[in-house]
Protein backbone atom coordinates (compact mmCIF):
# COMPACT_ATOMS: atom_id res chain seq x y z
CA UNK A 1 0.00 0.00 0.00
CA UNK A 2 0.95 3.68 -0.84
CA UNK A 3 -1.30 5.10 1.55
CA UNK A 4 -0.88 9.01 0.40
CA UNK A 5 -1.21 7.99 -3.11
CA UNK A 6 -4.04 5.88 -2.33
CA UNK A 7 -2.62 3.04 -3.97
CA UNK A 8 -4.24 0.18 -1.46
CA UNK A 9 -4.02 -2.86 -3.57
CA UNK A 10 -0.96 -4.44 -3.87
CA UNK A 11 -1.59 -7.73 -5.69
CA UNK A 12 -4.42 -9.06 -6.93
CA UNK A 13 -4.09 -12.93 -5.37
CA UNK A 14 -7.57 -14.40 -6.55
CA UNK A 15 -9.84 -13.69 -9.49
CA UNK A 16 -13.34 -15.37 -10.34
CA UNK A 17 -14.12 -13.22 -12.87
CA UNK A 18 -17.43 -15.59 -13.92
CA UNK A 19 -18.66 -15.85 -10.17
CA UNK A 20 -17.95 -12.52 -9.80
CA UNK A 21 -15.68 -12.36 -6.86
CA UNK A 22 -11.30 -10.95 -5.76
CA UNK A 23 -9.27 -11.60 -3.13
CA UNK A 24 -6.89 -8.55 -2.94
CA UNK A 25 -3.46 -8.41 -0.77
CA UNK A 26 -2.50 -4.73 0.37
CA UNK A 27 0.68 -4.38 2.85
CA UNK A 28 0.44 -1.22 5.07
CA UNK A 29 3.61 -0.01 5.65
CA UNK A 30 5.56 0.30 8.65
CA UNK A 31 6.00 4.30 7.84
CA UNK A 32 3.87 6.97 6.51
CA UNK A 33 2.71 10.04 6.93
CA UNK A 34 -0.64 9.34 7.52
CA UNK A 35 0.19 7.75 10.62
CA UNK A 36 1.94 11.18 11.76
CA UNK A 37 -1.52 12.73 12.13
CA UNK A 38 -3.41 9.59 13.00
CA UNK A 39 -2.58 9.05 15.62
CA UNK A 40 0.32 10.80 17.21
CA UNK A 41 2.46 8.47 18.92
CA UNK A 42 -0.20 5.14 18.35
CA UNK A 43 -0.59 4.78 15.03
CA UNK A 44 -3.87 3.54 13.37
CA UNK A 45 -4.63 2.69 10.04
CA UNK A 46 -7.80 5.74 9.51
CA UNK A 47 -10.99 3.49 8.94
CA UNK A 48 -11.39 5.37 5.90
CA UNK A 49 -8.95 3.66 4.05
CA UNK A 50 -10.78 0.50 4.42
CA UNK A 51 -13.36 1.64 2.71
CA UNK A 52 -10.85 2.48 -0.19
CA UNK A 53 -9.34 -0.64 -0.42
CA UNK A 54 -12.60 -2.96 -0.28
CA UNK A 55 -14.13 0.00 -3.13
CA UNK A 56 -10.69 -0.35 -4.69
CA UNK A 57 -10.65 -4.23 -4.95
CA UNK A 58 -14.65 -3.97 -6.23
CA UNK A 59 -13.54 -1.63 -8.56
CA UNK A 60 -10.53 -4.05 -9.84
CA UNK A 61 -13.88 -6.99 -9.54
CA UNK A 62 -16.04 -4.77 -12.14
CA UNK A 63 -13.28 -3.62 -14.13
CA UNK A 64 -11.88 -7.20 -14.90
CA UNK A 65 -15.76 -7.98 -15.80
CA UNK A 66 -16.29 -4.93 -17.87
CA UNK A 67 -13.04 -5.95 -19.93
CA UNK A 68 -10.90 -2.60 -19.01
CA UNK A 69 -13.88 -1.48 -21.92
CA UNK A 70 -15.51 1.44 -19.01
CA UNK A 71 -13.99 3.02 -15.46
CA UNK A 72 -16.15 1.48 -12.18
CA UNK A 73 -16.38 4.92 -9.69
CA UNK A 74 -17.49 4.67 -5.67
CA UNK A 75 -20.89 6.08 -5.79
CA UNK A 76 -22.16 4.69 -2.14
CA UNK A 77 -20.75 2.77 0.99
CA UNK A 78 -23.63 1.25 3.32
CA UNK A 79 -23.16 -1.06 6.53
CA UNK A 80 -19.54 0.43 6.40
CA UNK A 81 -18.38 -1.31 9.81
CA UNK A 82 -14.92 -1.19 11.37
CA UNK A 83 -14.57 -4.29 13.13
CA UNK A 84 -10.55 -4.10 14.42
CA UNK A 85 -7.79 -1.60 14.74
CA UNK A 86 -4.60 -2.06 12.03
CA UNK A 87 -1.06 -0.86 12.82
CA UNK A 88 1.78 0.23 10.66
CA UNK A 89 3.50 -3.16 8.72
CA UNK A 90 0.49 -5.29 9.22
CA UNK A 91 -0.71 -7.51 5.65
CA UNK A 92 -4.55 -7.21 5.03
CA UNK A 93 -6.97 -9.06 2.52
CA UNK A 94 -9.46 -7.26 1.00
CA UNK A 95 -12.59 -10.03 -0.41
CA UNK A 96 -15.42 -8.71 -2.92
CA UNK A 97 -18.70 -10.60 -4.15
CA UNK A 98 -20.83 -8.82 -6.85
CA UNK A 99 -24.30 -8.68 -5.13
CA UNK A 100 -25.97 -6.88 -8.05
CA UNK A 101 -24.92 -5.53 -11.73
CA UNK A 102 -27.13 -3.19 -12.52
CA UNK A 103 -27.26 -0.92 -16.07
CA UNK A 104 -24.59 1.44 -15.15
CA UNK A 105 -23.42 0.31 -11.81
CA UNK A 106 -22.54 -2.80 -9.47
CA UNK A 107 -22.45 -3.56 -5.96
CA UNK A 108 -20.22 -5.44 -4.26
CA UNK A 109 -20.48 -6.68 -0.58
CA UNK A 110 -16.39 -6.59 0.70
CA UNK A 111 -14.64 -7.45 3.46
CA UNK A 112 -11.19 -6.90 4.65
CA UNK A 113 -9.26 -9.10 7.28
CA UNK A 114 -6.36 -10.01 8.63
CA UNK A 115 -3.66 -13.14 7.51
CA UNK A 116 -5.25 -15.11 10.12
CA UNK A 117 -8.72 -14.24 9.71
CA UNK A 118 -9.51 -11.37 12.13
CA UNK A 119 -12.15 -9.00 10.61
CA UNK A 120 -11.14 -5.65 10.09
CA UNK A 121 -13.95 -3.83 7.93
CA UNK A 122 -16.87 -4.66 6.02
CA UNK A 123 -19.21 -2.89 3.60
CA UNK A 124 -21.49 -3.07 0.56
CA UNK A 125 -20.26 -0.97 -1.74
CA UNK A 126 -22.15 0.09 -4.85
CA UNK A 127 -19.98 1.81 -7.68
CA UNK A 128 -20.75 3.88 -10.80
CA UNK A 129 -19.81 2.80 -14.09
CA UNK A 130 -18.79 5.19 -16.75
CA UNK A 131 -16.89 5.59 -19.87
CA UNK A 132 -13.20 6.56 -19.36
CA UNK A 133 -13.04 10.28 -19.61
CA UNK A 134 -10.00 10.00 -21.65
CA UNK A 135 -7.36 6.80 -23.23
CA UNK A 136 -4.65 8.38 -21.01
CA UNK A 137 -6.79 7.37 -18.29
CA UNK A 138 -7.84 3.90 -19.51
CA UNK A 139 -3.60 3.08 -20.43
CA UNK A 140 -2.85 4.01 -16.54
CA UNK A 141 -5.56 2.31 -15.44
CA UNK A 142 -4.54 -1.17 -17.86
CA UNK A 143 -0.65 -0.51 -16.42
CA UNK A 144 -1.61 -0.25 -13.01
CA UNK A 145 -3.32 -3.62 -13.45
CA UNK A 146 -0.80 -5.39 -14.62
CA UNK A 147 1.11 -3.86 -11.71
CA UNK A 148 -1.31 -5.63 -9.20
CA UNK A 149 -0.83 -8.93 -11.57
CA UNK A 150 -4.31 -8.38 -13.52
CA UNK A 151 -4.41 -10.38 -16.35
CA UNK A 152 -5.34 -7.80 -19.10
CA UNK A 153 -7.32 -9.13 -21.87
CA UNK A 154 -6.00 -8.30 -25.61
CA UNK B 1 -51.25 -8.71 -4.45
CA UNK B 2 -49.73 -4.89 -4.71
CA UNK B 3 -49.42 -3.55 -7.94
CA UNK B 4 -46.02 -2.81 -10.17
CA UNK B 5 -47.09 0.89 -9.29
CA UNK B 6 -47.44 0.09 -5.57
CA UNK B 7 -44.05 -1.58 -5.76
CA UNK B 8 -42.25 1.03 -6.96
CA UNK B 9 -43.90 3.85 -4.87
CA UNK B 10 -43.07 1.55 -1.26
CA UNK B 11 -39.68 1.00 -2.85
CA UNK B 12 -39.19 5.05 -3.07
CA UNK B 13 -40.67 5.87 -0.24
CA UNK B 14 -38.38 3.46 1.88
CA UNK B 15 -34.89 4.33 -0.31
CA UNK B 16 -35.77 8.06 -0.04
CA UNK B 17 -37.68 8.95 2.44
CA UNK B 18 -40.52 10.34 0.63
CA UNK B 19 -44.23 10.02 2.77
CA UNK B 20 -45.94 7.53 0.45
CA UNK B 21 -48.67 9.84 0.27
CA UNK B 22 -46.72 12.11 -1.76
CA UNK B 23 -46.37 9.52 -4.76
CA UNK B 24 -48.48 9.19 -7.04
CA UNK B 25 -48.65 7.96 -10.58
CA UNK B 26 -48.17 11.04 -12.21
CA UNK B 27 -45.06 11.37 -9.88
CA UNK B 28 -42.30 12.80 -11.74
CA UNK B 29 -39.28 10.45 -9.84
CA UNK B 30 -36.83 13.72 -10.73
CA UNK B 31 -39.06 16.95 -11.22
CA UNK B 32 -41.81 16.31 -8.76
CA UNK B 33 -40.04 13.49 -5.91
CA UNK B 34 -36.39 15.33 -6.16
CA UNK B 35 -35.09 12.07 -6.39
CA UNK B 36 -31.17 12.52 -8.16
CA UNK B 37 -29.31 9.82 -10.10
CA UNK B 38 -27.55 8.43 -7.15
CA UNK B 39 -30.77 7.44 -5.13
CA UNK B 40 -32.30 6.39 -8.28
CA UNK B 41 -29.14 3.67 -8.69
CA UNK B 42 -31.04 2.82 -5.11
CA UNK B 43 -34.31 2.66 -6.14
CA UNK B 44 -32.90 0.78 -9.56
CA UNK B 45 -31.31 -1.68 -7.44
CA UNK B 46 -34.86 -2.99 -5.66
CA UNK B 47 -36.28 -2.42 -8.52
CA UNK B 48 -34.12 -4.94 -10.26
CA UNK B 49 -34.20 -7.57 -7.27
CA UNK B 50 -38.43 -7.37 -6.69
CA UNK B 51 -38.84 -8.11 -10.22
CA UNK B 52 -36.17 -10.35 -11.39
CA UNK B 53 -35.42 -7.60 -13.91
CA UNK B 54 -32.33 -4.76 -15.33
CA UNK B 55 -33.45 -1.46 -15.56
CA UNK B 56 -31.81 -0.54 -19.02
CA UNK B 57 -30.59 2.70 -17.42
CA UNK B 58 -28.20 2.86 -19.28
CA UNK B 59 -30.16 3.10 -22.68
CA UNK B 60 -32.69 5.44 -21.03
CA UNK B 61 -30.61 8.30 -20.49
CA UNK B 62 -28.53 7.55 -23.75
CA UNK B 63 -32.05 8.15 -25.37
CA UNK B 64 -32.52 11.30 -23.31
CA UNK B 65 -29.38 12.89 -23.75
CA UNK B 66 -29.73 12.27 -27.72
CA UNK B 67 -33.47 13.60 -28.00
CA UNK B 68 -35.36 10.65 -28.69
CA UNK B 69 -37.18 10.09 -25.76
CA UNK B 70 -38.35 12.41 -22.80
CA UNK B 71 -37.60 12.08 -19.11
CA UNK B 72 -41.60 11.61 -18.70
CA UNK B 73 -41.35 8.28 -20.92
CA UNK B 74 -39.40 7.05 -18.26
CA UNK B 75 -39.18 8.99 -14.91
CA UNK B 76 -43.26 9.51 -14.33
CA UNK B 77 -44.38 6.26 -12.18
CA UNK B 78 -47.28 5.47 -14.54
CA UNK B 79 -44.79 5.36 -16.91
CA UNK B 80 -41.87 3.66 -15.32
CA UNK B 81 -44.80 0.89 -14.12
CA UNK B 82 -45.33 0.06 -17.55
CA UNK B 83 -42.21 -0.36 -18.57
CA UNK B 84 -41.29 -2.45 -15.46
CA UNK B 85 -44.01 -4.45 -17.13
CA UNK B 86 -42.74 -4.85 -20.68
CA UNK B 87 -39.27 -5.69 -19.32
CA UNK B 88 -41.28 -8.69 -17.18
CA UNK B 89 -43.06 -9.75 -19.63
CA UNK B 90 -39.92 -10.36 -22.08
CA UNK B 91 -38.47 -11.97 -19.50
CA UNK B 92 -41.02 -14.55 -18.87
CA UNK B 93 -41.78 -14.90 -23.15
Same mark, same amino acid.
Given at each position: ?????????????????????????????????????????????????????????????????????????????????????????????????????????????????????????????????????????????????????????? | ???????? @???? %?????? $?? !? +?? #?? /???????????????????? @???? %?????? $?? !? +?? #?? /???????????????????????????????
Amino acid at each position: MRLEYFELVDKIEELNLAEGRILALGNVPAASPVFEGHFPGHPLVPGVLFVEFMAQTSGWLLLGRLNFERMAFLASVKEAKMRNFVQPNTPLLAEARIEHEGSGYGITNCKVTKHDGTPVADATITLRIMPFPSSEFSDAMRARARKVGFTIPA | MASTFDTV @ANII %AETCDI $PR !E +QI #TP /ESHAIDDLGIDSLDFLDIAF @AIDK %AFGIKL $PL !E +QW #TA /EVNEGKATTEQYFVLKNLAERIDGLVAAKGA
